[in-house]
């Protein structure tokens, strides 16, 4: 068994498939990152019948098996707890790619318990901007210190919201900096 976990994006895990064949592999367990691009070395492999495994994603018109959790469930429950908690404004913080299937139901279900407790979902409560998989570090993204600015100027913008929904760690631990330095 070889495994292999970086933050790397669907290319370079194509690009790593075809090392790990010809080290020998006899599968992949492949966790995609939140971008929608597909890649050709992945659906080579597919068309050959090569076995794989998605995990948390499942990339349209590909018919591969999936492990994931359900993630409708999670944005729901969620959003239900911060609703019993008290929170009737929640804003919800995801990157720019939506539409995977993973933030999809995400989305979906932070969506329906609001409406199941009689809550508008706005857009306004919403920032859909931020990339997946963000560096921490300046120097590792150079985009970093414009997604800091927008989500900044977004909590800023929004002083009604008294919670918020993340669709992944690294966007949650820059908002949670963000709201340490404002107090």
Partial sequence: VQTCALPICIGQACSMGAVLLAAGAKGIILMCTQ?????????????????????????????????????FRAGYDLTTRLIEAGH????????????????????????????DHGIMAEASHMLRNMDAYMSQEEDGNPRFSLYRSELSEFVDNHPDLTAFYTVEFSIARLLYEILAEKG
């Fill in 88 to 115: 009737r404004k929640i804003g919800f913080i995801s990157h720019s790619h939506v539409e995977t299937s993973s933030v999809a139901a995400r989305f979906e279900g932070y969506c329906e318990a609001l409406r």
């Fill in 35 to 71: 971008t929608k691009c597909y890649n050709s070395a992945l659906l080579r492999l597919y068309l050959n019948g090569f076995p794989m495994v998605l995990v948390d994603r499942e990339l349209k018109g590909i018919p591969l098996p999936v492990v994931s959790t359900d993630n």
